[in-house]
């Protein structure tokens, strides 16, 4: 007996079948690939931070004392700065930020292609905002997050960690998507930006 060939139509059909499913399925794959490749540089972000924190601290000794006797407040933010830097996988200085409004910041790239400006104050407090996919990237809690070094916690922390990114009822706080930063390093996702309103850190951290 011969065995019943399928016809052109219906290889078609299964041919467009397959089109379809993959036109479906490819997008939310790369988005997922996007965000594991974006929490995997926080985590490394924050891992470098705090080891040149560190080293920072073993070579000129307490973050309190890092700038010199001067009275100049430039002079302390400049000596905050580089002694951080210093420490820092850097392949380029001077260079251009993403995000408006961080003129007074300095400006680097680090090796992986991400994008650091670094802001400090007089009282030695370091604002380190972060742009994972370089000049390419400018969401907040998607492409653009936060880090802040101050003398109170001597440690470097991500937006959000000293509790600006709970709202009421412990759910996640939508005010600013800076805070994000440490929704992602503690929960490993950024759902936030599909369910917002939908979670919290107690009972709901993803949007599944």
Not at 11 to 36: F, H, M, Q, R, W
Not at 104 to 112: I, T
């Amino acid at each position: 007996m011969f065995k019943k060939a399928f016809s052109m139509a219906e290889v078609l059909i299964v041919i467009a079948v397959i089109g379809i499913v993959a036109t479906l399925t490819l997008p939310n794959l790369n988005d997922k690939y996007s965000e594991d490749k974006t929490i995997i540089k926080l985590q490394n972000m924050e891992n470098e931070l705090n080891s040149a924190h560190q080293q920072a601290i073993l070579k000129y000794g307490n973050y309190n004392e890092w700038f010199s006797s001067s009275d100049s407040d430039d002079d302390k933010k400049a000596e905050y700065r580089d002694r951080l830097v210093e420490f820092l996988e850097i392949s380029r200085t001077n260079t251009a930020f993403p995000v408006n409004g961080f003129n007074d910041y300095s400006n680097y790239e680090l090796k992986d292609g991400s994008l650091i400006a670094i802001g400090a104050d007089a009282n030695g407090v370091c604002n380190i905002i972060v742009a994972t996919e370089g000049m390419g990237g400018v969401t907040f809690g998607k492409n653009i997050f936060g880090f802040v070094l101050n003398p109170d916690t001597d440690s470097v922390l991500p937006y959000g960690k000293l509790d600006n990114d709970r709202g009421t009822g412990d759910k996640f706080n939508v005010s600013n998507y800076l805070y994000a930063t440490n929704w992602v390093l503690t929960n490993q996702n950024m759902d936030y930006l599909k369910c917002p309103d939908e979670l919290n850190w107690e009972t709901k951290t993803t949007c599944d």
